[in-house]
């Protein structure tokens, strides 16, 4: 008899399967005499569609709402309906006594592999692996303390509440403010709420109104010493520091005090998803979706990083032991310099990097023991590699030591500050910088100095930036930082769970709220548009705060304890449902259309809207069940030939053309002909494969031509 281990992704079946020592692969699995490995691709089921309940849910129709099933039904997706076969197959075989379930170490994994589970019918004892990593140590320590599957029953409950209560929540408020106002309006949990974190951030900034402050600093010897009060160095009062220039003008001040400390800086932690995604954006000005893909793509295909949907920035102990083999793969990277000689020495792990307390269910993003081939990667790629290898080696090496020397000076009464910081070990900022010689200060405490000029600075106060893509990942993370919630035990709630969204969706909500038409990107500051502005002011308020994630985190954890019932919780969840359904039915409020246009629908003939997308614009039809789009506009990566700028792209396929702000324009066929044609009038297969592979170059119609070939 065998026993079939169910893991979340291909990957990590393989891993598994390496660690195990089966090495028989077949079509969907491995299997040798004693296991079968096979695996999900992501979820395999998922909830229904309303129209798989009843037909008539096919419609969208206010008077049917709200649509709350008597029992939840689940469905195979049809896109990865093959495997799931394959899955239910394995679980059906005779010889198959057991299943153990090794997806994801967390809420979300135990639901994908026991939907799966109940939509095949099986029966079978079911056993859990519970791993925070992915190493072979790791794997077969975990299956040598197997748990028994009712051990995490509660932990199914509150996965399966959650899906459902957010199905039940979002399709019935989307499909009631879209039917209602007749305007594309989708709302939800978590996209409502980061909608309005977005527009509160607006409002802060255009209701503020700056002020003039002053800050004084004096000139002795070439340094600048700064004025600093009990209060600090800020002061609304001209009229003060003026008199105060007055009485310094031509004095001589007298070193009081001179203090020197020896200290310590350690590097910044491990890089999770959301700090990689913030880095990458501040950086690079790589979207959250694009660096999501990126590290996906460096995980699965090329196989040098770690598995990417962490919200941990630590390891394991049980990854001390590849933590050699791992620095020796950047050997390979221009990083060589700094992890040669660390493989020289005993690497050691700090409690600043590993700590298994601190791992959910994935371990922080680190290299792994795969030598990157740095020609194959792309542009992306690379930056993405060498941002997570620069912080890996940064953790293992030593502590920045430097000397911070503190110079005072009192003058008439007032005291002015100078501080020098001069490094004594460079540490883990040597992969950044060069050792510099810093001269030393030229001063001694009771030493009478003249002060050569008074320096009084003007300044306005600023209002809080715009959130960008990097900052609003942030604020996602820790909402409670800026809404004010009327329980504070909500916003511990909302602190311990990881805000609103996971590391795995927060870069689509966004991408959602782009496409939507509710936010847009000005010169990098996410803002509202006027859709957005309304669609706060329409969505029921329930929706529009993360209280409701709050509320849902401390009742699926009591589930998870077993303290709370699942059908109580899905009670009040549609008793919820069928409240802010009513509201929005009753509601007066009228939705305007503030980017219609007169051109028609050449579809259903209504009047198209004007719709601004991440890339240009487009023309989209009112109506919401008509899904006509035309004249799609977008700026390209793409060159003039006369002045060099970008040129803009209006239209797709065959029948695009390019046109640029000095008047010059081309039909796609004229592109395509024009690149290939750029140097000898013939390209050979490898610099049309070089070529596509350059990830520089966006909506690129001669790469999109040539994507099917195969080089």
């Known amino acids: 008899m065998k026993e079939l281990i169910l893991a979340e992704k291909p990957s990590v079946g393989r891993d598994i399967a390496k660690a195990l020592g089966i090495h028989d692969q077949k079509k969907g699995y491995f299997e040798n005499k004693q296991y079968i490995v096979t695996w999900a691709l992501g979820h395999l089921v998922t909830n229904a569609t309303p129209e798989e309940y009843d037909k008539k849910f096919k419609e969208w129709d206010l008077n049917v709402l709200p649509i709350i099933p008597e029992h939840m039904k689940h469905v195979v997706i049809k896109k990865t309906r093959s495997q799931y076969n394959t899955v239910q197959h394995l679980m059906k075989r005779d010889d198959v006594k057991s299943i153990i379930i090794a997806t994801d170490a967390g809420r979300e994994g135990e639901l994908v592999a026991r939907l799966i589970i109940e939509k095949a019918r099986i029966k079978k004892p079911l056993k859990r692996l519970w791993i925070s990593s992915v190493t072979e140590k790791a794997i077969r320590d975990g299956f040598k303390n197997l748990k028994s599957g009712k051990a995490y029953e509660n932990l199914y409950k509150a996965a399966l509440c959650r899906s459902e209560a957010d199905w039940i929540v979002g399709i019935n408020a989307t499909r009631a403010l879209t039917t209602k106002y007749d305007a594309q309006l989708s709302c939800g949990r978590v996209q409502t709420p980061t909608l309005n974190l977005v527009q509160m951030r607006q409002d802060e900034i255009q209701s503020f109104k700056p002020e003039k402050y002053y800050q004084m600093d004096i000139d002795v010897e070439g340094y600048k010493f700064k004025w600093t009060t009990a209060q600090g160095d800020k002061i609304f009062d001209l009229q003060r520091l003026e008199s105060i220039k007055d009485k310094l003008n031509n004095k001589k001040g007298t070193i009081s005090r001179i203090v020197k400390k020896k200290k310590t800086k350690y590097p910044q932690k491990l890089y999770d998803l959301t700090s990689l995604q913030?880095?990458?954006?501040?950086?690079?000005?790589?979207?959250?979706?694009?660096?999501?893909?990126?590290?996906?793509?460096?995980?699965?295909?090329?196989?040098?990083?770690?598995?990417?949907?962490?919200?941990?920035?630590?390891?394991?102990?049980?990854?001390?032991?590849?933590?050699?083999?791992?620095?020796?793969?950047?050997?390979?990277?221009?990083?060589?310099?700094?992890?040669?000689?660390?493989?020289?020495?005993?690497?050691?792990?700090?409690?600043?990097?590993?700590?298994?307390?601190?791992?959910?269910?994935?371990?922080?993003?680190?290299?792994?023991?795969?030598?990157?081939?740095?020609?194959?990667?792309?542009?992306?790629?690379?930056?993405?590699?060498?941002?997570?290898?620069?912080?890996?080696?940064?953790?293992?090496?030593?502590?920045?030591?430097?000397?911070?020397?503190?110079?005072?000076?009192?003058?008439?009464?007032?005291?002015?500050?100078?501080?020098?910081?001069?490094?004594?070990?460079?540490?883990?900022?040597?992969?950044?910088?060069?050792?510099?010689?810093?001269?030393?200060?030229?001063?001694?405490?009771?030493?009478?100095?003249?002060?050569?000029?008074?320096?009084?600075?003007?300044?306005?106060?600023?209002?809080?930036?715009?959130?960008?893509?990097?900052?609003?990942?942030?604020?996602?993370?820790?909402?409670?930082?800026?809404?004010?919630?009327?329980?504070?035990?909500?916003?511990?709630?909302?602190?311990?769970?990881?805000?609103?969204?996971?590391?795995?969706?927060?870069?689509?909500?966004?991408?959602?709220?782009?496409?939507?038409?509710?936010?847009?990107?000005?010169?990098?500051?996410?803002?509202?548009?006027?859709?957005?502005?309304?669609?706060?002011?329409?969505?029921?308020?329930?929706?529009?705060?993360?209280?409701?994630?709050?509320?849902?985190?401390?009742?699926?954890?009591?589930?998870?304890?077993?303290?709370?019932?699942?059908?109580?919780?899905?009670?009040?969840?549609?008793?919820?449902?069928?409240?802010?359904?009513?509201?929005?039915?009753?509601?007066?409020?009228?939705?305007?259309?503030?980017?219609?246009?007169?051109?028609?629908?050449?579809?259903?003939?209504?009047?198209?809207?004007?719709?601004?997308?991440?890339?240009?614009?487009?023309?989209?039809?009112?109506d919401p069940t008509c899904k006509t789009k035309k004249n799609q506009q977008r700026q390209t990566n793409a060159r003039c030939p006369n002045c060099k700028k970008k040129l803009t792209l209006y239209g797709t396929g065959k029948n695009a053309t390019y046109r640029c702000v000095c008047g010059h324009t081309e039909t796609q066929a004229h592109m395509d002909e024009r690149l290939k044609n750029r140097k000898t009038g013939k390209i050979g297969k490898k610099e049309m494969k070089k070529y596509m592979q350059n990830d520089e170059v966006e909506n690129n119609p001669f790469k999109d031509a040539l994507k099917g070939l195969k080089l």
């Open 278 to 622: 913030q880095t990458a954006y501040q950086r690079y000005k790589m979207s959250a979706k694009e660096t999501l893909n990126t590290m996906q793509s460096l995980y699965e295909q090329h196989k040098v990083l770690t598995y990417p949907r962490t919200d941990s920035n630590y390891l394991t102990t049980d990854m001390i032991s590849s933590l050699k083999e791992r620095v020796s793969s950047l050997s390979a990277t221009p990083l060589k310099s700094h992890s040669v000689p660390l493989l020289k020495k005993e690497i050691r792990a700090g409690k600043h990097f590993v700590d298994n307390q601190k791992v959910s269910d994935h371990h922080a993003i680190v290299p792994t023991e795969v030598r990157p081939n740095m020609e194959q990667l792309s542009s992306r790629e690379k930056y993405i590699y060498m941002l997570v290898a620069e912080r890996f080696l940064e953790v293992l090496l030593p502590p920045y030591q430097y000397e911070e020397t503190t110079v005072e000076i009192q003058a008439e009464g007032e005291t002015f500050k100078l501080v020098q910081e001069v490094a004594t070990d460079l540490g883990f900022k040597a992969i950044h910088q060069e050792q510099t010689v810093v001269k030393a200060l030229p001063f001694k405490e009771n030493e009478q100095v003249s002060i050569q000029r008074v320096n009084i600075i003007s300044k306005d106060t600023e209002p809080p930036a715009y959130f960008n893509e990097g900052t609003l990942l942030k604020a996602m993370e820790s909402p409670q930082r800026f809404f004010k919630l009327s329980d504070k035990k909500m916003s511990q709630t909302l602190n311990e769970t990881g805000g609103i969204g996971t590391v795995a969706t927060r870069a689509d909500i966004i991408e959602k709220l782009y496409s939507s038409n509710v936010i847009e990107a000005v010169q990098g500051k996410i803002k509202t548009t006027p859709k957005g502005k309304q669609l706060l002011n329409l969505a029921p308020k329930q929706l529009t705060s993360p209280e409701l994630t709050a509320k849902w985190e401390m009742k699926l954890t009591q589930i998870e304890k077993g303290q709370y019932q699942k059908e109580q919780f899905i009670k009040e969840m549609r008793d919820f449902t069928k409240e802010i359904i009513s509201d929005i039915k009753n509601s007066d409020d009228k939705f305007k259309h503030d980017n219609i246009t007169t051109t028609e629908c050449p579809t259903c003939g209504k009047f198209m809207l004007k719709v601004k997308t991440k890339n240009g614009q487009m023309l989209v039809c009112q």
